[in-house]
Nanobody, 121 residues
Framework: QVQLVESGGGLVQAGGSLRLSCAASGSIFSINDMGWHRQAPGKQRELVAFITSGGNTNYADSVKGRFTISRDNAKNTVYLQMNSLKPEDTAVYYC???????????????WGQGTQVTVSS
């Protein structure tokens, strides 16, 4: 079994900051890309940022310059530092990771349960 557990969401005023964390655990052999998605009420889930195992990053245009994704491979953890938050950043944030399990060659996507981020104006 593999689990992704997010933490760090909450309520913050516009202009504030939050740091999300997502730790992967279980029978993990390797982790490729890790990323963060979000889904606001009434909207489709969208990619916010992802980071490769080598540390290359990619961001949605709406968060460039404000959000920073990073990872600690030793801890199987990905982070999302969110600065200069805006009310339109309000959403449930989900982490995702491409993981291969011990003894299983297939790589598949795993998702966390989501953490709520609310930005008040």
């Amino acid at each position: 079994q593999v689990q992704l557990v997010e933490s760090g969401g909450g309520l913050v005023q516009a202009g504030g900051s939050l740091r999300l964390s997502c730790a992967a655990s279980g029978s993990i052999f390797s982790i490729n890309d890790m990323g963060w998605h979000r889904q606001a009420p009434g909207k489709q889930r969208e990619l916010v940022a992802f980071i490769t195992s080598g540390g290359n990053t990619n961001y949605a245009d709406s968060v460039k310059g404000r959000f920073t994704i990073s990872r600690d491979n030793a801890k199987n953890t990905v982070y999302l530092q969110m600065n200069s938050l805006k009310p339109e950043d309000t959403a449930v944030y989900y982490c995702a990771a491409q993981i291969s399990r011990v003894g299983i060659l297939l790589i598949r996507n795993y998702w966390g349960q989501g953490t709520q981020v609310t930005v008040s104006s």
